[in-house]
């Protein structure tokens, strides 16, 4: 087998397909082979009655997976034109909604590190299951980027504000937090997960997992939900920004100061593609949306100078373009949002997602 194909495993172990992302030197990080190989795994199961559920785990000690290849992003949008990723991301999101309608349990163990791609092959999932080891997060203002793989449908859903939070901070929540925000269901110790694997080669879904789930270790998020609700409903980034210097809370400043350290362009984008998405009805319409924004990202200076400073020079200091908030116009903000025509991502919308008893 090629290092492609060994990138990612799957294999059938009893009434269980498991999808191992194996990069884990990389963290998992997604390549567009890799989100072929996971849709070929779907393909071949979904109709195969030896097999009863699907997991999704991640090689290594350190997480799921930390996103999509972006190293990948910066050398194509430099240099190739953008059309490399444009194809990475039409496959991604496609899988992203395959995800979600999956006709069998599709079982994500989201354990260490879950960001950005990694957050789209497992939030979607019908059983999402966090440990005390989980950071989930949707970093991508932070590299001149817009939440995608469905993460504006996710983070809209979320209760309150708290959605709007985190896509504009990128902040990192742990488990209780992902499970507040709806990004996961349930709670399983992580020292528990090769038991719970193991259940799972030889017993439903259904039957296992009330054995495995505990309570979640306090989170955070819960108890800063007044300020946040407050403050990001505002109808500006400049406003939100504004409410939450002014407020008073530590975290409230704390978080005006990240979002401040983050892409202008990006931010409105991301506040203007969050509040779409709540009008826009199923995943399907804000993945179209979303690869609308990511599209016209590729031909816009952030993404690239974004990349270059945390992960090509990691001198973590971006020049923006523009540099603030009040510099980026309504019409720069439209563009990302225009039809591409015949370059379209068009998704059919199938049956509803599964109704889980759990």
């Not at 191992?20 to 979904?46: G, K, Q, S």
């Not at 038991?195 to 800063?224: I, M, Q, Y």
């Not at 993945?287 to 990349?307: H, K, M, N, T």
Request: charged share 20%; aromatic share 6%; hydrophobic share 45%.
């Amino acid at each position: 087998m090629s290092g492609h194909e060994d990138a990612v495993l799957a294999t059938v172990e009893g009434r269980m397909g498991r999808i191992t992302l194996n990069r884990p030197r990389a963290l998992n990080a997604l390549t567009h082979e890799m989100v072929r190989r996971i849709a070929a795994a779907l393909d071949d199961w979904e109709h195969d009655p030896a097999v009863e559920s699907v997991v999704i785990t991640g090689a290594g000690e350190r997480g799921l997976c930390a996103g999509g290849d972006i190293r990948g992003i910066y050398e194509d949008a430099r240099g190739g034109g953008g059309d490399a990723s444009a194809a990475f991301w039409r496959d991604e999101y496609r899988l992203n909604a395959r995800i979600a309608r999956y006709p069998k349990p599709y079982v994500a163990l989201m354990d260490g590190i879950v960001m950005g791609g990694g957050v789209g092959v497992s939030a979607h999932g019908s059983v999402r299951i966090v440990t005390e080891r989980s950071r989930v997060a949707m970093p991508e203002t932070g590299i001149g980027f817009v939440p995608d793989v469905g993460g504006t449908y996710l983070l809209a859903l979320a209760p309150g504000q708290l959605g709007t939070h985190l896509a504009l901070t990128g902040a990192t929540v742990g488990a209780a937090d992902a499970l507040l925000c709806g990004l996961a269901d349930h709670f399983v110790p992580a020292d528990r997960l090769p038991e719970l694997l193991k259940a799972l080669a030889t017993r439903a879904v259904a039957d296992v997992l009330p054995s495995f789930v505990c309570e979640a270790p306090p989170g955070e998020l819960g108890a800063h939900q007044e300020w946040i609700d407050h403050c990001y409903a505002a109808d500006t980034v400049e406003a939100i920004v504004n409410r939450l210097l002014e407020n008073g809370a530590p975290g409230a400043k704390a978080a005006a100061e990240s979002i401040l350290a983050k892409s202008p362009t990006a931010l409105k984008v991301t506040l203007a593609a969050l509040r779409a998405a709540r009008g826009l009805g199923p995943l399907e319409a804000v993945l179209e949306q979303e690869y609308r924004v990511s599209y016209a990202a590729l031909s816009a200076p952030d993404l690239v100078e974004g990349i270059r400073a945390q992960v090509i020079d990691k001198d973590r200091t971006p020049q923006w373009t523009p540099t603030t908030l009040t510099e980026v116009t309504d019409d720069d903000v439209a563009r990302f949002f225009a039809p591409l025509g015949d370059r379209e991502l068009t998704l059919a919308t199938g049956d509803s997602p599964q109704e889980v008893p759990w």
